[in-house]
């Protein structure tokens, strides 16, 4: 015999699922308590018992996607910081990449529905945000401690620029081009970013170095309107000087 408590929450969770899918589908305002009512085939009172409101349930699948997201990436990865800082970084990675995957309909709520709807929900969707940059801000921090990173590192900006980055690749892929999933290489997408973070977007450092510290005045190109092609002044210019 199945105890109320369980049925109880597992009624909540049938709740929380049939909302994800409308709110992901049809967008806040346009998903209505009625909507899951005939979704689940429940009875209209049955909804309240759980929820207050639309309002709380959004909120509440808010909280889910930070909660999942700490116990799918965070609680797996923490005991890997001290044995490999490079492969913490990459397993970092690669699962958040697989989370966002496997939580689709919540990314598309948190990446595309929730900015904007409603200001009650904002501070919802900074916590989430704050939570991922504190925890950048603190591998960056380990990354710099082990050697691993630059010690003149701006690990505020370098965060901010790190998860800016990975957000919107998080929404090119499993927001706008979610229905190519059969095409998407999770491997290459977090060997790229991993890449990209370890060693630059340039495959020439020194060239690089080379090329910043020229002045701006050397970087101008040379006119070419009263030189020929060698770089000498031309014949028809020397007569004209003379003249």
């Known amino acids: 015999m199945t105890r109320p408590y369980m049925k109880g929450e597992l009624r909540k969770q049938q709740i929380l699922e049939c909302a994800k899918k409308l709110f992901s589908k049809k967008g806040y305002h346009n998903t209505h308590v009625e909507d899951i009512h005939k979704e689940l085939t429940i009875a209209k ?43 913490f970084y990459r397993t970092l990675i690669k699962r958040s990449l697989v989370f966002f995957q496997s939580n689709e309909d919540l990314c598309n709520i948190y990446l ?85 973070i370890m060693e630059g977007i340039f495959n020439n450092t020194r060239e690089m170095k080379r090329m910043a510290s020229r002045s701006p005045e050397s970087r101008k190109p040379r006119t070419r309107s009263k030189l020929s092609g060698t770089g000498q002044p031309s014949k028809r210019h020397r007569a004209a000087d003379k003249e």
């Open 45 to 87: 009172g049955t909804f309240y018992e759980y929820f207050k409101n639309k309002e709380e349930l959004f909120i509440a699948l808010l909280v889910k996607f930070l909660e999942d997201w700490e116990e799918a990436v965070l609680d797996t990865t923490v005991n890997l910081v001290m044995e490999d800082i490079p492969t």
């Open 112 to 196: 595309r529905v929730g900015p904007g709807t409603d200001e009650v929900f904002e501070p919802y969707i900074e916590q989430f945000e704050e939570k991922m940059l504190q925890y950048v801000k603190t591998a960056l921090d380990q990354g710099v401690k082990a050697g691993v990173l630059r010690n003149d590192l701006n690990i505020e900006l370098m965060a901010n620029i790190l998860l800016g980055a990975f957000l919107r690749i998080d929404y090119y892929y499993f927001v706008l081009k979610r229905q190519e999933k059969e095409s998407r290489d999770l491997d290459e997408i977090t060997d790229q970013f991993f890449n990209l």
